[in-house]
T-cell receptor
């Protein structure tokens, strides 16, 4: 089966940095995705890691260690609009494109 | 690019009726689309994989006769909730994989459909 864990909630101050961790135990591994989801809306794609290391995209960075089954999403220079749920998703097998999602981490940015 | 639309965005229906939800990839072709449902404060649960020109693949526990999926073209998949009941009330989200783009692994999500069954 697929087991993807991430913290339920995090709170940070505007302008600060927050790191959201995700650990996974899945049947196979073919990539890890991070999505942002505002309440009542669909998820929007943030990042994709398939090899070990850090991927940087503006204020957002994502890191992957396949040997540890671990990833994190780093949000820098936090803005109020970053308050949302952040979903970690893993693509397991290579012969399909199904994603297994974690429960999501709700980030609240305070002034 | 990579825009996915869903229609309707919100629907309220009576118990026992059927509801059809459309998912369209607007600027790319998608041989594979996915249907999810999401209950409040929970994560997305995959219901089925929709394959263009063939039968959908359903996840364990999802009734294929209740949730009918048709993927008739490379840009359109439909989900029909048949004989809907209040427990079917949920947020239904589709996603599509850009089959021929630069990142064929990435799924792009539609805006979701809020279904309320009275």
């Amino acid at each position: 089966g697929q087991n993807i864990d991430q913290p339920t909630e995090m709170t940070a101050t505007e302008g600060a940095i927050v790191q959201i961790n995700c650990t996974y135990q899945t049947s196979g591994f073919n990539g890890l995705f991070w999505y942002q989801q505002h309440a009542g809306e669909a998820p929007t794609f943030l990042s994709y890691n398939v090899l070990d290391g850090l991927e940087e995209k503006g204020r957002f960075s994502s890191f992957l260690s396949r040997s540890k089954g671990y990833s994190y999403l780093l949000l820098k220079e936090l803005q109020m609009k970053d308050s949302a749920s952040y979903l970690c998703a893993v693509r397991g097998r290579s012969n399909d494109y199904k994603l297994s999602f974690g429960a999501g981490t709700t980030v609240t940015v305070r002034a | 690019g990579a825009v996915v639309s869903q229609h309707p965005s919100r629907v309220i229906c009576k118990s026992g009726t059927s509801v059809k939800i459309e998912c369209r990839s607007l600027d790319f072709q998608a041989t594979t689309m996915f249907w999810y449902r999401q209950f409040p404060k929970q994560s997305l649960m995959l219901m089925a994989t929709s394959n263009e020109g063939s039968k959908a693949t359903y996840e364990q526990g999802v009734e294929k006769d209740k949730f009918l999926i048709n993927h008739a073209s490379l840009t359109l998949s439909t989900l029909t909730v048949t004989s809907a009941h209040p427990e079917d009330s949920s947020f239904y989200i589709c996603s599509a994989r850009d089959s021929y783009g630069e990142s064929t692994d990435t799924q792009y999500f539609g805006p979701g459909t809020r279904l309320t069954v009275l």
